[in-house]
């Protein structure tokens, strides 16, 4: 065989005696703390979600007491614990705040954190993919494709009322995945999947659904397209129980398979071709992840319009705070993402009641300001 | 040459002897086959790598190093040919298979999230991880984790950066952090896209050094693609020389390091000579001497 037994051995040994960071034991436990402290460990992520969870209960009953009439806290807690230990007959006679309560603002606080949380997760987890952290549903294209399947269904008549809960998950959907597969086909034409062909196929893909939804909405009758405005603005309004029930069972499923990714999505976040040198099969993970964010978005949409920038902004500032890791990130984002939906649309019905305003206008009023920071911010890093 | 590898627990003595990869007829072309930008990368490679060595790949500007460098790692698939990587096709491994021996070292390794230097290398034991369906996919480190993390750190000398951000790093500690979390992937061969390519040169033969040391205490096995002829002479035990998708020539530095070898394939004159204290060869560019007669 041929002779490779060249002296390159003496001095690597030497460089190595030569190495400026020795091995020293008196200073290795504060070397153990520096590393400990920039990972991410369980104690860490158990302190961060309690504080998050508990901020969550509080902005929860905060939001309960707050609408077209004030519900007191004390009164809140009656009313729970009269419902939770049984003495349902007496709650329900008693007076029409508990039916308010029970039937309006809970459901409706609670689909408002199940939305946010939704958007924010399915907003960490393109990001990640993409590599982008301007990524979310919008920009993808994957929500106007939802909103084109539902409007679609609301101008032949599916869904008497505009947030029906009924079929028009369904349609959202289809809408969604349609809008999915066509971006995925537009970026496969290559031999496999650049990430950044996605992003201009989802951007293209958003303007013509943005069209056609207009355009649908354009040729509906007077009375159904002002409702079908406020939905496109991005609003919510109380489901009835069974209805919300099947609702957050779907969420809650697709989220959890969403939150089994967030260690493969760590890995994805440093791109295609490290993430597969790390045995991660990423066309098949990419597919995967983008299904279940269109399953995902598509129900949101259907019961909330065009909600936008909580899947962008949300995961950007937690990022800021907790670090990188999806695995706080993605839950940590979602707890917030719901608070700052449940407060948020609590301030859209209370500033001009009796009256409300859609709060998606309120998210973007909120959102696009952030945008622009972070497109000089990012300016500024990137050069 | 690979006294030393009992060293590493986790290895079976038996397979590292004999060859890692054995490449027959391999072809690669970029592009699709409807578009008209069809471009033949690789035409009719084939080659082996012996267990424990290191073999440097070398040419020109565009002549297929790193796709080379890809297919071996699984980064891309084998379109035509075949690759084996310890006897067992390419094509029929699975991709975490590979990441458990063969860890890659890309040129690009920026990133755009803030992932501390230490989390970053904590990624590098995933493909160590077993999941199972319960495994809600948080898979906490283990302390055993930690350790071999904190090792690969200490071997590249990015210890002290445990705490700062991949984003805010020059890309030479860039660079040095994902070798280390290469390391960390705890692999039996390590595939290096031009290692020393944004380097300083107190870590340009830092890194070498560390590869011949692992190379001589644990067998790892090591295949570089260099632009830097000198480095892959001194370090590498043998270098495949690769002219517009062709194998050009494959052998020891001596065979390949000759003047009229590399004029062949790089279409220009340059001078080699001995190492002082190697005696391998070394190439040096012909100087202003040159540049006036040529005049």
């Known amino acids: 065989m041929m002779s490779s037994d060249h002296p390159s051995s003496p001095h690597s040994v030497g460089v190595l005696a030569a190495s400026p960071e020795p091995n020293q034991p008196l200073s290795s436990s504060a070397d153990d703390q520096l590393f400990e402290k920039s990972t991410l460990t369980a104690r860490r992520w158990m302190t961060a979600m309690a504080f998050l969870s508990a901020l969550g209960i509080l902005a929860a009953l905060l939001c309960l007491q707050f609408g077209a009439q004030y519900v007191g806290l004390s009164e809140i807690l009656r009313i729970v614990v009269h419902m939770a230990w049984g003495t349902h007959d007496q709650v329900v006679d008693s007076d029409a705040t508990a039916t308010i309560l029970l039937h309006v603002r809970l459901p409706r606080v609670f689909l408002g954190f199940l ?53 028009l998950p369904l349609c959202g959907l289809g809408g969604s995945l349609i809008a999915l597969v066509v971006i995925y086909r537009m970026a496969a034409s290559y031999d496999r999947l650049p990430i950044y062909s996605v992003l201009l196929a989802g951007v293209i893909l958003n303007a013509i659904f943005s069209a056609l939804v207009m355009f649908v909405t354009s040729i509906m009758d007077p009375n159904r397209s002002f409702g079908m405005m406020t939905w496109l603005m991005g609003s919510l309004t109380a489901p009835a129980y069974p209805t919300l029930l099947v609702f957050s069972l779907y969420l809650i499923i697709g989220l959890g398979l969403l939150f089994k990714h967030v260690r493969v999505l760590n890995i994805m976040a440093f791109g295609e071709e490290p993430a597969r040198s790390l045995g991660i099969d990423t066309d098949r993970t990419k597919r995967y992840i983008f299904l279940l964010s269109a399953l995902i978005t598509g129900a949101v949409v259907s019961v909330s319009g065009m909600i936008g920038f909580i899947g962008m902004v949300v995961p950007h500032a937690i990022r800021l705070i907790v670090g990188a890791d ?3 990130l993605m839950p940590a984002s979602a707890l917030v993402g719901g608070t700052f939906l449940m407060v948020a649309d609590t301030l859209a019905r209370t500033l001009l009641s009796p009256s409300e305003v859609p709060v998606g206008i309120l998210t973007a009023l909120a ?17 | 040459m690979n006294q030393a590898q009992s060293v590493d627990r986790s290895r079976d003595p038996l397979s590292t002897a004999g060859r890692v990869y054995e490449v027959q007829g391999l072809h690669f072309q970029y592009g699709g086959s409807d578009s008209g930008t069809l471009r033949q990368v690789l035409r009719n490679v084939s080659f082996f790598v012996e267990a424990g060595e290191m073999l440097g790949i070398v040419g020109p500007n565009g002549s297929g190093k790193t796709s080379l460098l890809k297919l071996l790692g699984k980064i891309v698939p084998v379109q035509q040919g075949s690759v084996a990587l310890f006897g067992s096709s390419m094509s029929d491994l699975r991709q975490e298979a590979v990441a458990q021996s063969v860890a890659f070292v890309p040129q690009d390794t920026s990133q755009t999230f803030p992932f501390t230097v230490a989390e970053t290398m904590l990624m590098g034991r995933f493909p160590r991880h077993h999941r199972t369906v319960w495994d809600w996919g948080f898979g906490w480190d283990s302390p055993d984790d930690r350790a071999v993390a904190q090792q690969a750190m200490k071997t590249m000398d990015v210890w002290h950066l445990a705490d700062r951000s991949v984003t805010e790093l020059s890309g030479g500690e860039r660079q040095r952090v994902i070798i280390a979390r290469a390391l960390a992937q705890d692999p039996r061969v390590l595939l290096l896209d031009e290692p020393t390519a944004f380097l300083d040169l107190q870590h340009q033969i830092e890194i070498c050094s560390v590869l011949i040391r692992l190379k001589e205490e644990r067998g790892l096995t090591v295949v570089l693609v260099s632009h830097d002829l000198n480095v892959a002479s001194q370090y590498c035990d043998r270098l495949m020389l690769l002219d517009r998708g062709q194998v050009f020539r494959l052998g020891t530095p001596d065979d390949v390091i000759q003047p009229e070898v590399l004029k062949a394939v790089y279409r220009c004159q340059v001078l080699v000579d001995r190492h002082p204290r190697s005696g391998l060869p070394r190439v040096t560019l012909p100087g202003r001497d040159t540049a006036r007669r040529l005049k």
């Open chain 1, 367 to 383: 959102g696009g300001p952030f945008f622009i920071y972070l497109l000089v911010w990012r300016k500024d890093r990137m050069s």
């Open chain 1, 115 to 167: 939305v946010g949380c939704s958007l924010a997760s399915v907003g960490v987890a393109l990001q990640a993919l993409l590599r982008n952290p301007l990524a979310d549903p919008y920009v993808l294209g994957v929500s106007s494709g939802a909103a084109l399947g539902v409007s679609i269904a609301v101008l032949f008549g599916v869904g008497t009322t505009m947030l029906a809960v009924s079929a």
């Open chain 1, 326 to 328: 999806h695995r706080l």
